[in-house]
């Protein structure tokens, strides 16, 4: 099965929360070594929002239920790096008129 793309627009304005996983040693002296913790230790979430209709919140919902928190799919951040990504937090609030604030966070997957 091919890797889908989430594309639909977001709103703009969340702060992403970046870390980088690292491994610390500490010697006498004050002296430490730092690295980085395995290949891909940038860790980096997405909180997004997006103001659609009912039925457009459905098909996003479909979407985001096919791949179950678990399964990625490819998403461009706000700064325009395209990458793989999970969501395991999906909430659509009704706000009235048909329409929904749906709001999630995306997290970076890497290929095992």
């Known amino acids: 099965m091919a890797i ?4 639909w627009p977001t709103e703009r304005g969340a702060t992403a ?3 980088y996983r690292t491994r610390e040693a ?8 730092v690295v ?6 940038k860790e ?6 997006l103001t659609a ?6 098909e996003i919902m479909a979407f985001l239920d096919r791949h179950g928190g678990a ?9 325009g790096d395209f990458g793989l990504f999970t969501c395991s937090d999906p909430k659509p609030t ?5 329409r929904f604030k749906l709001t999630a966070t995306f997290e970076r997957a890497f290929h095992p």
Not at 94 to 98: D, E, M
Request: hydrophobic share 25%.
């Open 17 to 19: 929360d970046i870390q």
């Open 44 to 49: 980096d979430s997405y909180p997004i929002t």
């Open 53 to 58: 209709t009912k039925a457009m919140t459905r």
């Open 94 to 98: 009704p706000i009235g008129g048909g």
């Open 36 to 41: 980085g913790d395995g290949p891909n230790n």
């Open 4 to 7: 889908e793309n989430f594309h």
């Open 26 to 33: 500490k010697f006498g002296g004050g002296y430490r070594q």
């Open 71 to 79: 399964r990625a799919f490819l998403w461009t951040t706000p700064l």
